[in-house]
């Protein structure tokens, strides 16, 4: 049974999260350093350009990679600490093995991978292959994605494979399929400077993708109007021309009487609609009662802001939408994501300079790590695990029988579920922290308390690694060569800065040595991230996200490549539907019909507030890294609850007071931070942090129909005060996200 095998105080004690912080003088060698290493920031879909200091086989600091063009040498918070990870005292130096009643004590690798393939082997004789499971992650490169999937299919031959970009971009990815047959944002960023107006729906942009605002305020420079959606006043939102601040979980209803207002006064392309899409008509039946003042009464915003983000929008000549997961992470996350792809195929503003559409990837590797193949439903290329051709090419890349490639399995919170059934009785994880990460994280833990054995691959113990019986030490970013896809569809590439300390091994020769344990190694015969990223080239050939014509000296030469690249003379393509071909089967773009539903749970008597979550500047994800980097931590050392000032009056709630926050699922609590820069009937929680501090305890379960994505972002809560402080933040704003 993986249930902690002490108490989870002990196990931080020894293995953290502790902070890391650098000598105020430096690390030694940082002037003198043995090379300086270009690659790119560990964290989210921007994929910044930096420069490594190495000494001693150490990375010692940074220094910005001016020449790299989508950054400039700019960095956030998050990428200008990401080097003290490196030299972290909770790097685990070796594999550990629980032991009940002493926790985690080190092991050999051959003990550690013997138990491992024993534990996989038993459990898959004994209750059928799909019995044992794989959740990956997308802060791997595309080497170590493919492989994943690989793994799973070829050596473990489990369908039951997933990964956390199920809580990231699969909405986004769904929406992007069904309008345009392919899964990429439609411009590179510079597109952005020459845009007459922007519209960001759902993206915090100033804190979670900081580097992103220098396109937006040269736009901005050059007399771009901007328009924000979102619940709360963030730092972009201030600067914004018009901020629609959407009551969580109403978003199509906003989009679709934008939508419709484009349609009463004309503001449409309809030489690009009559020639190069389909489904206009049935979108506008869809929302064709769906006035200005019906739309304020379900949003919440005034008339006269959605008439005001309706006429800019509908009379630019040039415009840019981005959305991320504001409106991606809901029970109806595809259909807010076709709401907007809508208003962009209405206005024809697609497939030419300065006028683009894109999602903003969340995760460092969110784009190629949803393209080739850990996803339960996909193979290599942005494939699909049930199309027969699909698996048959796959299958002659893999060399095996097409008959023996398993089918579609289990999402990630399906797993869970399925975990819970008893369907599934082991797992293997890599870059997935789920304890914290997914929503109603106690039916998380009772899941991880049901396995029969669980082995994690990581570098740190994170709370859900803290569940394992085996971990086995991995890589960091920087260990391994590899490419990873930004945003913009651009594959870079990550250079190897620094070898594994201790007797960590490399993320890639763990999983191999797995396969070829399983007796699968005559199929991972390779001896370089190269070699696989060279197999990833042909599996991709022919799909929508052809890599092929991409190479590491390609790559190397033109600092990136814009995917599709379907040959090695082809240049890639860093803007898409420049010939009005779409990816879909008739060639066109797709308008989605889209009619407003609710969200999964609403307020009313006993739960009166709308709870949303999200990110703050200093934190990523699940905080298995940024949680353990000290200036960080002290920029936002815990979350805390967002109330605006009126409900803080209704409740009686103090500033810094602490405050119980109860939905259906349990309750928490959080000290208050009384800001006017929310809605007045929703409340905000960051969700970087685990235990009694989740925001995750609160959060629902309910999943997207078509993406599977779960709801994060509304439910319905009350709050309880609790009538105590925390020293500190009483009277101050410090820790304050906005």
């Given at each position: ?195 007459e107006v922007i519209l960001i729906a759902g993206a915090n942009v100033s804190e ?488 995750n305890q609160l959060t629902i379960g309910t999943l997207d129909p078509v993406s ?31």
């Amino acid at each position: 049974m993986a249930k902690l095998p002490v108490p989870a105080e002990q196990i931080i004690q020894n293995f953290g999260p502790h902070l890391n912080y650098a000598p105020k003088e430096g690390f030694y060698g940082k002037d003198e350093p043995d090379k300086v290493v270009k690659t790119h920031c560990c964290f989210c879909g921007m994929q910044c350009g930096i420069k490594l200091l190495v000494k001693d086989n150490r990375v010692v600091g940074f220094d910005p990679w001016m020449e790299f063009p989508f950054n400039e040498g700019r960095l956030c918070p998050k990428g200008v600490q990401r080097y003290l990870q490196n030299n972290h005292p909770d790097r685990l130096l070796h594999p550990v093995k629980r032991v009940e009643g002493k926790g985690f004590e080190p092991a050999g690798w051959e003990e550690a991978m013997s138990t491992t393939i024993s534990e996989i082997q038993r459990i898959q004789q004994t209750y059928g292959k799909d019995a044992f499971s794989v959740l990956s992650g997308v802060s791997l490169t595309n080497e170590k994605s493919y492989l994943m999937g690989k793994l799973a299919r070829v050596a473990l031959q489990t369908k039951n494979l997933d990964y956390n970009g199920r809580l990231c971009m699969v909405s986004a990815g769904a929406g992007n399929k069904k309008a345009f047959g392919l899964d990429r944002a439609s411009n590179t960023y510079a597109d952005l400077k020459h845009a007459e107006v922007i519209l960001i729906a759902g993206a915090n942009v100033s804190e979670t993708f900081p580097t992103l605002t220098h396109w937006i305020w040269q736009a901005r420079d050059n007399g771009a109007k901007l328009i924000i959606v979102d619940p709360r006043v963030t730092p972009i939102a201030r600067t914004a021309d018009v901020h629609l601040d959407v009551r969580p979980g109403t978003d199509s209803a906003l989009y679709g009487a934008m939508l419709n207002y484009l349609v009463q006064h004309d503001l449409l392309d309809h030489d690009f609609i009559n020639q190069y899409t389909s489904g206009f008509a049935d979108s506008m039946e869809a929302v064709k009662d769906y006035s200005l003042e019906w739309a304020s009464a379900v949003t919440g915003i005034s008339v006269e802001k959605i008439r005001q983000a309706a006429e800019l929008w509908g009379r630019a000549k040039t415009s840019f939408l981005l959305h991320a997961r504001g409106i991606e992470h809901h029970t109806k996350g595809v259909e807010n994501v076709s709401a907007c792809i809508n208003l962009v195929l209405a206005t024809g503003r697609i497939g030419r300079p300065y006028c683009g559409y894109g999602t903003i990837t969340g995760q460092g590797n969110g784009q190629g790590g949803r393209e080739h193949g850990h996803k339960c439903d996909q193979l290599p290329g942005n494939r699909d695990i049930t199309n027969p051709e699909h698996r048959k090419y796959i299958a002659g890349v893999w060399g095996i029988e097409e008959s023996v490639l398993p089918g579609k399995g289990y999402t990630a919170y399906e797993l869970i579920e399925a975990i819970h059934r008893g369907e599934v009785k082991g797992l293997l994880s890599i870059c997935f922290n789920p304890l914290v990460s997914l929503p109603n994280n106690q039916f998380v833990r009772e899941a991880l308390e049901k396995l029969e054995f669980y082995v994690a691959i990581d570098f740190f113990l994170s709370e859900t690694a803290r569940h394992a019986d085996i971990v086995l030490a991995g890589s960091l970013h920087e260990e391994e060569d590899g490419t990873v896809t930004t945003a913009e569809g651009r594959v870079t590439r990550i250079r190897e800065a620094v070898t594994p300390p201790g007797e960590a091994r490399k993320d890639t020769d763990i999983i191999l040595e797995i396969a070829r344990r399983l007796g699968a190694g005559d199929k991972f015969n390779f001896s370089s991230s190269e070699d696989i990223f060279n197999e990833l080239r042909v599996a991709s050939k022919g799909g929508t996200a052809d890599y092929y014509g991409i190479t590491y000296e390609k790559i190397e030469q033109h600092m990136g490549v814009f995917w599709p690249c379907p040959a090695l003379d082809h240049p890639g393509t860093p803007r898409l539907w420049e010939d009005r071909k779409f990816a879909t089967p008739d060639g066109k773009a797709h308008f989605v019909p889209v009619s407003y539903r609710e969200p999964a749970e609403v307020t009313d008597q006993d739960y009166p507030v709308v709870l949303t979550t999200g990110r703050v500047v200093s934190q990523y994800l699940s905080g298995t890294q940024t949680r353990r980097i000290g200036k960080l931590v002290d920029q936002y050392p815990e979350p805390l609850l967002e109330v605006h000032p009126e409900m803080a009056v209704r409740y009686g709630i103090a500033q810094g007071e602490l405050v119980r926050v109860i939905t259906r699922r349990g309750a928490a609590d959080f000290h208050a931070n009384i800001v006017e820069t929310i809605r007045k009937d929703t409340v905000f929680i960051p969700y970087h942090w685990p235990g009694k501090k989740s925001a995750n305890q609160l959060t629902i379960g309910t999943l997207d129909p078509v993406s599977k994505i779960p709801e994060f972002k509304v439910c319905a809560c009350r709050l309880e005060p609790q009538g105590r402080q925390s020293i500190g933040v009483a009277d101050s704003n410090a820790y304050a996200s906005d």
